[in-house]
DNA sequence: ACGGAAATGAGAATCATTGTCAACCCGCGG
DNA sequence: CCGCGGGTTGACAATGATTCTCATTTCCGT
């Protein structure tokens, strides 16, 4: 209970760390370890796929990252934005649009609480094919 | 139309099909392939996990089987009922409680109409720490 | 029963992710 | 300012689920 107990063990400051934030602050889309990792190296940003991962692991660890499983189960992180909100996707042209919704939000929320679940995450994805398609 | 011709190309029966089907009507819990693998196996229900993953497959892609998966990205299958639904999992012990609610299909289903887009389909995972942990 | 197509299974191959461990770098004490 | 200690990195091996390959077996219509 004693010592640095509350909140995060900082992680030491490195180029490597600061790159990684960067690069998922410059896009609002959700991207994989590898992705991230190939886009850091073609911007001329050396590092070390698992250094990738150890910071992708630890960004998630504090809560500011938002993560996901595509559906082959490859893993997808976002920076959480302050705004919330969820994709609808064209299967076609993939086209995303995004959507947001107090109405789905609340439907969540209070269908965790009814069964006595906290700290509670949502993960909503609408696939259709767009009007143009 | 003509029945069933235009959507499942049927597949052709045999005792391993029969015995993975049967397998998932003895739970309610969602198991992994292996898991699924390891217990026909040890009900002397000799099978290859090749084959323990292709039905599975098969049966997911007729829709006869709910498809979730874990933090580790393992994929776990259950027998899914007939109506439409999706899960609260407790993101400790994995406790995964059925949720359904007109809310929220309606919701999606307008979200999409209003930007245009037809044959929708969503996917919605709301995780927690249920009551027990 | 016969023949061809579909299904199976053992093992190899794939691929994201994690583990290993020596080299490296950052902040602090001297 | 300089050197040390421990957190951090990175190349590579290891892991483990899933998919692929292909020879063999099984099913089904004829
Ligand atoms: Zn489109
Ligand atoms: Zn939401
Ligand atoms: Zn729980
Ligand atoms: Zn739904």
Redesign the interface.
């Given at each position: 209970m004693t010592g640095q107990s509350a909140g995060a063990p900082t992680r030491r400051p490195t180029r490597q760390q600061l790159a990684v934030a960067a690069a998922l602050g410059q896009t609002e889309d959700f991207v994989s370890a590898q992705q991230l990792h190939a886009r850091l190296r073609g911007d001329g940003n050396p590092i070390g796929l698992a250094t990738v991962y150890r910071c992708l692991a630890a960004l998630a660890a504090v809560g500011r990252l938002d993560v996901l499983?595509t559906d082959d189960?490859?893993?997808v992180y976002r920076q959480c934005s302050t705004d919330h909100h969820h994709h609808?996707v064209?299967?076609i042209c993939g086209r995303t649009?995004e959507?947001a919704?107090p109405?789905?939000e609340s439907?969540?929320e209070s269908?965790?609480r009814e069964?006595?679940?906290?700290?509670?995450?949502?993960?909503?994805?609408?696939?259709?094919?767009?009007?143009t398609c």
């Open positions: 499983r189960g490859e893993a609808l064209c299967r649009v959507v919704g109405t789905v439907w969540a269908v965790a069964h006595g679940f906290r700290d509670v995450r949502h993960t909503i994805e609408i696939v259709g094919t767009c009007a």
